[in-house]
């Protein structure tokens, strides 16, 4: 008798990990076998990658690797080689649960923090140095001492340091410069001394939540440093924040570490291969199981570069066109300043952390907006040109070419 419906086809799933018997990959893998997937564990530095005219290929011991779905747990000493596996996934259409740009931009902590901040996202002020001559500046800028100072590049609390006075902050950042880091001095936040909330975003929902909190004289809470873990009921600003901080930097699965300030929450980092551990036994939720179900639910799609997407046709691309630096422009409708109805180059009007898709001709802008464009390059500039004031003395620096990153609400 011919069945109803057609069987279900088994999800084959990779698992990238250099770790296979830790304990996040084991429960990555428990709960993929209970589910019925087809689950495998790579270690990513026994893979290679194939490219060229034909079709790219992944390779393990010679082998292609032919999977429908990927979940990367790279570590910060693979990043590079990782990412550029994760890539090649992507562009062979598999779906990839942390997209190799998402990886990329959590790692690099002035990255992320630069892309955050401009999206509102609050943090703890932040200076970058280049010189250790550059320390007693940097500590005015965050409030005085004690300080915090760390690398952009660090992972579990390691290259992290609490500092109480200016000598030793020349004297270890003087060190890390010479040791090829990128140094980062930070605001101390002294209401949040050793602990901090770490949220567990899955596919831009928060499945769990936990406190973490230093043993001793410790003041970095990381869970494998010894700390200890609580359940904790997030506050919806809190879990606002940390969806927020998720999407932006393109992350389906994302540990966000907030801290407790007493100006409200504040974003500390956001790691890209959360540990599944503290969180687990903390909170008692299977977040391995909401891991996996999240990628069986989205395997039939994959990522797209959009920038890359939007730039392939010849002279187009994205524009954006900032009110905050043009402020003559609040006020004006969208009409005034693309008068051609047939030219609808506006998809999009940045505002407050918020975004208006496809906004009318008689939208009204307001400070602080940004406005989104796509189309023909030269057409978009030549149409706004007439509204900005000083064009020709300061150059085309109005209009930014956009490595625009959309915040989808």
């Known amino acids: 008798m011919k069945p109803d419906t057609a069987p279900l086809m088994t999800l084959r799933l990779a698992i990238l990990s250099r770790g296979p018997r830790l304990y996040s990959t084991r429960r990555l893998v428990e709960e993929a076998d209970a589910r019925g997937c087809y689950v495998e564990v790579l270690d990513p530095m026994m893979l290679s990658i194939t490219v060229g005219n034909e079709k790219p290929r992944i390779l393990n011991e010679g082998w292609p690797v032919e999977v429908d779905a990927v979940l990367p747990r790279i570590g910060y000493s693979i990043t590079r080689h ?124 928060v499945v769990a939540a936990m406190r973490r909190v230093a043993r001793g004289g410790e003041f970095r809470s990381n869970y ?81 570069e959009l920038d890359q997407l939007l730039r392939s046709r010849l002279d187009h691309g994205v524009l954006s066109i900032s009110v905050e630096r043009h402020p003559h422009l609040a006020g004006k409708q969208i009409g005034d300043i693309f008068r051609d109805p047939s030219e609808q180059v506006v998809f999009a009007v940045a505002r407050e952390g918020m975004h208006v898709w496809k906004p009318r001709r008689t939208f009204t802008l307001r400070e602080g907006d940004e406005v989104v464009c796509y189309g023909e390059l030269g057409r978009i500039r030549q149409m706004v040109k007439p509204f900005l004031t000083d064009v020709e003395s300061r150059s085309e620096d109005y209009l930014e070419d956009a490595h625009w990153q959309p915040e989808w609400t």
């Open 82 to 205: 990782g990412v550029a596996l994760v890539r090649q996934f992507e562009r062979l259409g598999v779906h990839v649960s942390n997209s190799s740009e998402g990886i990329s931009r959590s790692r690099d902590k002035l990255q992320a923090t630069q892309l955050l901040t401009r999206n509102r996202i609050p943090v703890p002020t932040t200076c970058y140095v280049r010189s250790w001559h550059d320390v007693e500046r940097a500590i005015h800028q965050v409030g005085g001492m004690p300080i915090v100072i760390k690398v952009s590049e660090g992972t579990q609390g390691s290259g992290v340091h609490l500092v109480h006075s200016e000598e030793r902050a020349r004297e270890l950042t003087y060190k890390l410069l010479s040791e090829g880091h990128q140094v980062l001095v930070q605001e101390y936040i002294e209401e949040s001394h050793g602990r901090d909330i770490r949220v567990l975003v899955v596919g831009g929902e």
């Open 224 to 304: 494998h440093l010894n700390g200890t873990v609580e359940n904790v009921d997030l506050p919806e600003e809190y879990a606002e924040i940390a969806r927020r901080a998720a999407r932006l930097l393109d992350l389906e699965i994302a540990g966000v570490d907030l801290l407790e300030s007493e100006r409200g929450p504040l974003l500390l980092e956001v790691n890209s291969s959360p540990g599944l551990e503290g969180i687990e036994n903390a909170t008692g939720v299977n977040v391995a199981g909401a891991i996996i179900e999240h990628v069986m639910a989205h395997q039939a799609f994959s990522q797209v």
